[in-house]
């Protein structure tokens, strides 16, 4: 399976402790150049120790051939949201893990299947690596300041089997 991801979730999950849960599930992940240097700021400009991701045996780190189409995407999106979605399509990935909105609408416009932090939760209890969604989105919301509307949250919930 290829599995090419942007900055955000993996982020968000570094944040949480959540990160062994991309290997788990999905094997290697991908991310282009610019998402990597994204998240070298956590450890650049607030003290992160990343060496575990540094280390990471289950994610590559791989350029973004097409720079015209990354210029492109660039006009609307950032930088490593415009890379991975050039990256995901240019290796013909099974998923690009994506949260924000306008990225995952450029991406499914480029044809590309996505996936978001809260649906690795869901693939991570169906496939029993936790128990409960509900810690972790909770996690996410106060530890990572990620916003999930409400009614995300219950629909999350409900397709979880914790409604």
């Known amino acids: 399976m290829i599995v090419v991801s942007d900055t955000s979730p993996l ?7 959540q990160l062994p849960l991309l290997p788990a599930i999905f094997g290697k992940i991908i991310v282009p150049e610019k998402v ?4 070298l700021i ?5 003290g992160r120790d990343l060496s575990a991701l540094k280390s990471a045996s289950w994610l590559d780190v791989v350029p973004a051939s ?3 189409a990354v210029l492109r995407l660039q006009r609307f999106l950032d930088a490593g949201e415009s890379e ?7 290796l013909h990935a099974d998923y690009l893990l994506i ?3 306008e990225g995952r609408e450029a991406a499914a416009q480029e044809g590309l299947k996505t996936i978001g932090v809260l649906g690795v939760f869901i693939q991570a209890k169906s496939a029993g690596f936790i128990a409960e969604v509900r810690p972790l989105m909770e996690d996410l919301r106060e530890k990572a300041r990620f916003h999930i509307h409400s009614n ?6 409900r397709q979880a089997g914790e409604l």
């Open 11 to 17: 982020s968000s999950l570094y944040l949480i402790d």
């Open 36 to 39: 990597w240097e994204e998240l």
């Open 42 to 46: 956590l450890e650049t400009d607030f």
């Open 66 to 68: 097409d720079a015209a």
């Open 84 to 90: 991975a979605i050039v990256l995901a399509k240019e």
């Open 99 to 101: 949260d924000e909105m």
């Open 152 to 157: 995300l949250f219950e629909t999350v919930l």
